[in-house]
Protein backbone atom coordinates (compact mmCIF):
# COMPACT_ATOMS: atom_id res chain seq x y z
CA UNK A 1 0.00 0.00 0.00
CA UNK A 2 1.20 3.46 -0.89
CA UNK A 3 1.57 6.06 1.42
CA UNK A 4 -1.19 8.33 0.25
CA UNK A 5 -3.51 5.05 0.86
CA UNK A 6 -1.89 4.99 4.25
CA UNK A 7 -2.70 8.27 5.64
CA UNK A 8 -6.21 8.39 4.02
CA UNK A 9 -6.86 5.03 6.15
CA UNK A 10 -5.33 6.48 8.85
CA UNK A 11 -7.63 9.39 9.10
CA UNK A 12 -10.58 6.81 8.36
CA UNK A 13 -9.32 4.09 11.36
CA UNK A 14 -9.67 7.34 13.85
CA UNK A 15 -13.04 8.57 11.87
CA UNK A 16 -12.16 11.74 10.98
CA UNK A 17 -15.13 12.33 9.16
CA UNK A 18 -17.55 12.08 12.45
CA UNK A 19 -14.72 13.74 14.57
CA UNK A 20 -12.37 16.42 12.95
CA UNK A 21 -13.49 19.57 11.87
CA UNK A 22 -12.66 21.26 8.68
CA UNK A 23 -11.97 24.89 10.59
CA UNK A 24 -9.64 23.14 12.88
CA UNK A 25 -8.40 20.77 10.45
CA UNK A 26 -7.53 23.98 8.12
CA UNK A 27 -6.14 25.92 10.82
CA UNK A 28 -3.93 23.12 11.77
CA UNK A 29 -2.36 23.59 7.74
CA UNK A 30 -1.59 26.55 9.32
CA UNK A 31 0.23 25.61 12.13
CA UNK A 32 2.31 23.31 10.28
CA UNK A 33 3.19 25.88 7.50
CA UNK A 34 4.54 27.54 10.61
CA UNK A 35 6.22 24.63 11.38
CA UNK A 36 7.61 24.49 7.80
CA UNK A 37 9.12 28.32 7.47
CA UNK A 38 10.67 27.65 11.30
CA UNK A 39 12.65 24.82 9.82
CA UNK A 40 13.16 26.48 6.44
CA UNK A 41 14.59 29.46 8.13
CA UNK A 42 16.93 27.60 10.92
CA UNK A 43 17.87 25.87 7.99
CA UNK A 44 17.24 22.46 9.91
CA UNK A 45 16.69 19.79 7.10
CA UNK A 46 14.83 17.58 9.66
CA UNK A 47 12.05 20.05 11.12
CA UNK A 48 11.36 20.98 6.86
CA UNK A 49 11.35 17.66 5.48
CA UNK A 50 9.10 16.53 8.55
CA UNK A 51 6.86 19.92 8.03
CA UNK A 52 6.53 18.86 4.40
CA UNK A 53 5.01 15.92 4.89
CA UNK A 54 2.96 17.04 7.91
CA UNK A 55 1.09 19.45 5.88
CA UNK A 56 1.04 16.73 2.96
CA UNK A 57 -0.82 14.38 5.65
CA UNK A 58 -3.35 17.20 6.79
CA UNK A 59 -4.00 17.82 2.90
CA UNK A 60 -5.43 14.71 2.91
CA UNK A 61 -7.34 14.86 6.07
CA UNK A 62 -8.91 18.15 4.52
CA UNK A 63 -9.83 16.41 1.31
CA UNK A 64 -11.84 13.56 2.86
CA UNK A 65 -13.66 15.98 4.79
CA UNK A 66 -14.78 18.26 1.91
CA UNK A 67 -15.21 14.59 0.19
CA UNK A 68 -12.68 15.04 -2.38
CA UNK A 69 -10.82 12.36 -3.89
CA UNK A 70 -7.08 12.98 -1.98
CA UNK A 71 -5.71 10.75 -5.08
CA UNK A 72 -7.14 12.65 -7.71
CA UNK A 73 -5.90 16.06 -5.84
CA UNK A 74 -2.30 14.59 -5.38
CA UNK A 75 -2.02 13.24 -9.39
CA UNK A 76 -3.23 16.70 -10.33
CA UNK A 77 -0.73 18.68 -8.63
CA UNK A 78 2.24 19.77 -10.70
CA UNK A 79 5.52 21.09 -9.36
CA UNK A 80 5.52 25.25 -9.81
CA UNK A 81 7.63 26.81 -12.37
CA UNK A 82 9.74 28.33 -10.07
CA UNK A 83 12.86 26.91 -8.05
CA UNK A 84 12.47 29.87 -5.76
CA UNK A 85 11.58 28.85 -2.39
CA UNK A 86 10.56 31.96 -1.20
CA UNK A 87 8.38 32.64 -3.60
CA UNK A 88 7.09 28.57 -3.14
CA UNK A 89 5.86 29.27 0.54
CA UNK A 90 4.65 32.87 -0.56
CA UNK A 91 1.94 30.59 -2.93
CA UNK A 92 1.37 28.08 -0.67
CA UNK A 93 0.53 30.46 2.11
CA UNK A 94 -1.69 31.89 -0.16
CA UNK A 95 -3.23 28.76 -1.27
CA UNK A 96 -3.59 27.70 2.54
CA UNK A 97 -5.15 30.98 3.15
CA UNK A 98 -7.85 30.86 0.23
CA UNK A 99 -8.84 27.38 1.66
CA UNK A 100 -9.15 28.77 5.06
CA UNK A 101 -11.59 31.82 3.64
CA UNK A 102 -13.65 29.39 1.22
CA UNK A 103 -14.18 26.29 3.09
CA UNK A 104 -17.40 27.49 4.29
CA UNK A 105 -18.85 28.89 1.36
CA UNK A 106 -20.00 27.12 -2.00
CA UNK A 107 -16.72 27.61 -3.73
CA UNK A 108 -16.05 23.97 -3.14
CA UNK A 109 -14.42 23.97 -6.62
CA UNK A 110 -12.11 26.53 -5.24
CA UNK A 111 -11.51 24.61 -2.63
CA UNK A 112 -10.57 21.58 -4.33
CA UNK A 113 -8.31 24.14 -6.69
CA UNK A 114 -6.26 25.34 -3.73
CA UNK A 115 -5.68 21.73 -2.14
CA UNK A 116 -4.62 20.58 -5.20
CA UNK A 117 -2.12 23.96 -5.53
CA UNK A 118 -1.06 23.41 -2.11
CA UNK A 119 0.64 19.99 -3.09
CA UNK A 120 2.16 21.30 -5.49
CA UNK A 121 3.70 24.13 -3.89
CA UNK A 122 4.95 21.27 -1.43
CA UNK A 123 6.55 19.28 -4.20
CA UNK A 124 8.13 22.52 -5.83
CA UNK A 125 9.53 23.46 -2.32
CA UNK A 126 11.07 19.73 -1.70
CA UNK A 127 12.34 20.07 -5.14
CA UNK A 128 14.08 23.08 -4.78
CA UNK A 129 15.75 22.38 -1.88
CA UNK A 130 16.97 18.58 -2.74
CA UNK A 131 14.34 16.53 -0.97
CA UNK A 132 12.13 13.93 -1.75
CA UNK A 133 8.19 14.95 -1.88
CA UNK A 134 7.47 11.25 -1.37
CA UNK A 135 10.03 10.53 1.22
CA UNK A 136 8.91 13.47 3.08
CA UNK A 137 5.35 12.28 3.41
CA UNK A 138 6.37 9.37 4.07
CA UNK A 139 8.61 10.17 7.28
CA UNK A 140 5.33 11.77 8.07
CA UNK A 141 3.50 8.87 8.09
CA UNK A 142 5.69 7.07 10.15
CA UNK A 143 5.85 9.60 12.75
CA UNK A 144 2.10 9.42 13.14
CA UNK A 145 0.98 5.65 11.98
CA UNK A 146 0.46 4.24 15.85
CA UNK A 147 -0.28 6.97 16.68
CA UNK A 148 -3.37 7.02 19.18
CA UNK A 149 -5.82 9.63 20.61
CA UNK A 150 -9.17 11.10 20.33
CA UNK A 151 -10.91 14.10 18.58
CA UNK A 152 -11.71 16.72 20.99
CA UNK A 153 -13.52 19.82 19.50
CA UNK A 154 -12.70 18.66 15.93
CA UNK A 155 -8.74 18.04 17.10
CA UNK A 156 -7.14 14.87 17.01
CA UNK A 157 -5.52 15.03 20.41
CA UNK A 158 -2.54 12.58 20.86
CA UNK A 159 -2.81 9.65 23.62
CA UNK A 160 0.14 11.39 25.23
CA UNK A 161 -1.49 15.14 25.35
CA UNK A 162 -4.73 13.25 27.20
Known amino acids: MNTLQNVKQWFIDRDLENGGRLDKQSLKLSEEFGELCAGYL ?6 TKDSIG ?27 ESKDVMKNLKWLNVNICNFQLRHG ?21 SNALG ?3 EECFELAYNEIKDRKGRWI ?7 EDL
Open 131 to 133: YDF
Open 105 to 125: SRQKKYCLYNLVRSIGYLKSI
Open 153 to 159: DGVFVKE
Open 42 to 47: KKNEKL
Open 54 to 80: DCAVVIVGLALLIKEDVHKIFEESEFA
